[in-house]
């Protein structure tokens, strides 16, 4: 089986929910529930036998330890993480907790049970980190995209968490050969997507008539995958990635936020008529130390391992806002005290 860490976020009840569209292997989903691990996400798994929840802190090693003695899993792929920009300026040393002394633990809690397995099993192990574009810094507009050899640059307590992350991943495969990959994707938008977020942020105030707030002038480019796109190409790395390696992942979509929040008002005038969305939009104080750009170049992943995203921008865009239209109940579900708390302290102050 699988040993996947974060399950309930965005990202990983994607993963989880594709996975078992195309295989019976079962899974354990590790997650801590924080205010972004939202079980419903995965109701449709309720009593389908191959999924087994464990409500469980990735920093935890004793039960960590138990889990991997029990369930024995072929590969872990690592999405448990503290992964809100704001929120990481709010409240670092969370950050450093979760992603830091998190995977540290994971790793070495994988690596010792990697240690103990007969020959064969132990050189198909796979351990995949799931990583972010934000840790090789930003990018001005006339520069390359991304590839595998950027530097790494982060520039906020969340990228440099990840950072911190990924050189940890790095370190146990250099010293103790544990069979990493490593994937470094841009940023994902789709169902199941927490309203902290841009896209699902702007989706929900727009439903109900709030201002849409930018942040600056609202240039900053963003390099859009669909959230499906990014699970194939970590069930392709899982399968095919090499040891050691680094996988950028990206959708070939650069946008500027506002080109974004108008995209969003645009398919909202055509599916929930009634309301000029885009007088909605409001320029707010900017987030500090705000990444310009970024992009990726994921021509590593066609060459080597055959993959591309299909989903275009415009037409994953639609299936989103359809998504939240129709979900109406799970967008209740998530927008508890604690988020009418967050967006109090993210946007009360900016002008
Ligand atoms: P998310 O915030 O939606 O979900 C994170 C999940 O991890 C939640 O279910 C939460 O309960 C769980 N979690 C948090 N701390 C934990 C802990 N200490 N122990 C166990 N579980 C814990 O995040 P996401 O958007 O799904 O991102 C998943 C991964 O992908 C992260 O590692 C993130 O850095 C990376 N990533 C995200 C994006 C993006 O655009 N969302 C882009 C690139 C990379
Ligand atoms: P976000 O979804 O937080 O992802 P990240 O910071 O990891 O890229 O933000 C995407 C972009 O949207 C980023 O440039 C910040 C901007 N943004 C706004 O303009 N307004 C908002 O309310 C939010 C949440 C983000």
């Not at 480019?221 to 990206?250: F, K, M, N, Q, T």
Request: glycine share 6%.
């Amino acid at each position: 089986m699988l040993l996947v860490t974060g399950g309930c976020g965005f990202i990983g009840s994607n993963f989880i929910l594709d996975w078992f569209a195309q295989s019976d292997e079962p899974i354990i989903n590790v997650d801590r529930l924080t205010y972004a691990g939202n079980p419903l996400s995965l109701a449709s798994l309720a009593d389908d036998p191959r999924h087994h929840f464990e409500r469980v802190d990735i920093c935890d090693q004793v039960s960590l330890e138990r889990l991997f003695a029990t369930h024995r899993p072929r590969a872990v792929v690592h999405f448990a993480a503290e992964s809100h920009v704001d929120r990481s300026i709010h409240g670092p040393l969370e950050f450093v907790r979760t992603n830091v002394l998190g995977t540290a633990t994971l790793l070495d809690v994988a690596r010792r049970y990697w240690q103990s397995l007969p020959a064969e099993q132990a050189h198909a192990f796979r351990f995949l980190h799931v990583s972010t574009d934000e840790v090789f810094g930003t990018l001005a507009p006339e520069d390359a995209r991304f590839d595998e050899s950027s530097r790494y640059e982060p520039n906020s307590p969340y990228s440099a968490s990840k950072a911190g992350s990924d050189h940890l991943v790095r370190a146990w495969f250099h010293t103790y050969g544990l069979p990493v990959v490593t994937t470094n994707c841009s940023n994902n938008y789709g169902p199941r997507q927490f309203p902290e977020k841009l896209i699902p942020l702007m989706i929900v105030n727009a439903l109900e008539g709030r201002p849409l707030p930018v942040y600056g002038d609202g240039m900053q480019v963003r390099d859009w995958l669909y959230v499906g796109d990014h699970c194939s190409a970590i069930r392709r790395v899982l399968e095919a990635g090499v040891p050691g390696e680094l996988y950028l992942v990206g959708g070939d979509a650069e946008r500027p936020n506002i080109e974004v929040v108008r995209t969003i008002c645009a398919l909202l005038s055509k599916l929930r008529p009634g309301r000029d969305y885009s007088a909605l939009i409001t320029h707010v104080a900017d987030r500090p130390g705000h990444d310009r750009r970024y992009a990726i170049d994921a021509s590593k992943m066609k060459r080597e391992l055959g993959w591309s995203a299909t989903e275009s921008f415009e037409s994953g865009m639609e299936r989103t806002v359809r998504w939240y239209l129709d979900n109406a109940e799970w967008i209740a579900s998530v927008r508890s005290g604690e988020y009418q708390r967050w967006i109090e302290t993210n946007y009360a102050s900016r002008s």
